[in-house]
């Protein structure tokens, strides 16, 4: 079992920025796959970006590559989204994500756990 829990939502005005953390404890966390992802009000969750174990491989959704970046720190156990450039669009409650395997993915169904969630919205 991995369990996963986001901090850093917030409110923030359109061009700010935010940074979304993600600590894990239980299982080794070094082994798994890592991504965000969020959902927006009315709207179906979706893939934001996601990391490999070692971080060679990171893959973005086209709607935030150049404003977002993903990263992680196998010796603290954690994920981050650091968002720059922040539009109303980016409003979503953000999730990160944890599956087992050698690759990511960009579908919510193949990822085993998941954190609460933590909210992020945009005023314009």
């Known amino acids: 079992q991995v369990q996963l829990v986001e901090s850093g939502g917030g409110l923030v005005q359109a061009g700010g920025s935010l940074r979304l953390s993600c600590v894990a404890s239980?299982?080794?966390?070094?082994?798994?796959?890592l991504g965000w992802f969020r959902r927006a009000p009315g709207k179906e969750r979706e893939f934001v970006a996601a990391?490999?174990?070692?971080?060679?491989?990171?893959h973005y959704a086209d709607s935030v590559k150049g404003r977002f970046t993903i990263s992680r720190d196998n010796a603290k156990n954690t994920v981050s989204l650091q968002m720059n450039s922040l539009e109303p669009e980016d409003t979503a409650v953000y999730y990160c994500?944890?599956?087992?395997?050698?690759?990511?993915?960009?579908?919510?169904?193949?990822?085993?756990?998941w954190g609460q969630g933590t909210q992020v919205t945009v005023s314009s």
């Open positions: 994500a944890a599956r087992g395997g050698y690759s990511i993915s960009l579908y919510d169904y193949d990822y085993d756990y």
């Open positions: 239980g299982r080794t966390f070094d082994r798994y796959q």
């Open positions: 990391i490999t174990w070692i971080a060679a491989y990171i």
